[in-house]
């Protein structure tokens, strides 16, 4: 268990991470393991599994947790992580939650009432998806707030149902996929008298 790439293969399996040396463990390989867990589709399941409690501190939680590799209730909920935890801290970890569950609250309240409020959040959040799609499908020209990068079909589909004139913010490799999918709808012709981008499209 000294040689590097059996342990690279141990860390794969969370459940198997126990037989790993407890002084492999720097704080750099546990955030290394902690990005590749949440990359996979299981990372919901994974939480701190496998990494022993004796690495960590309750600054090290904290640090973790606003950095978003961990969730809160990947410690106090697990009696094994909040062991080394005292009763208040346990409760700071659970109000840190609570306080992030009403930050996002509060903002998908102002992006339902103005979808372009979507420029306040970060695309760094976990839920970024989620929130610029509720965006889009209440008003297509928000689309142009979402970075290139982020704008899927779906996404761009749902903006151009609310306004064809998100087709100007679809980015070049969905535009003709599109433009063949309203083709075959039976109410594609109401887009010739909308007078914007998909009428001039639809006349030529």
Known sequence: LNDEDIIAEIIKAPNSRKYIPINYWTKDKIIATLKIDNQSKYSDSYGLNGFPKECFSYNLYLEFIKAKLINP???????????????????????????????LNELYRLITEDSNNIRLMSVDEPKYSVYS??????????LKYIPVDRRTYEMCRAAI????????????????????????RNDWIKYIFDDGYLSDLFIK
């Open 133 to 142: 799609l509720t965006a889009v499908c209440k008003c297509g020209k928000a």
């Open 73 to 103: 209730q990947d410690i106090y909920g697990n009696e094994y992580y909040s062991s080394i935890l005292t009763k208040n801290e346990i409760e700071n970890i659970r109000q840190i939650e609570m306080d992030e569950y009403n930050r």
């Open 161 to 184: 149902e609310d306004d064809p004139d998100a087709m100007l913010y679809v980015p070049d490799e969905y535009k003709q996929q599109i433009i063949d999918d309203i083709r075959k």
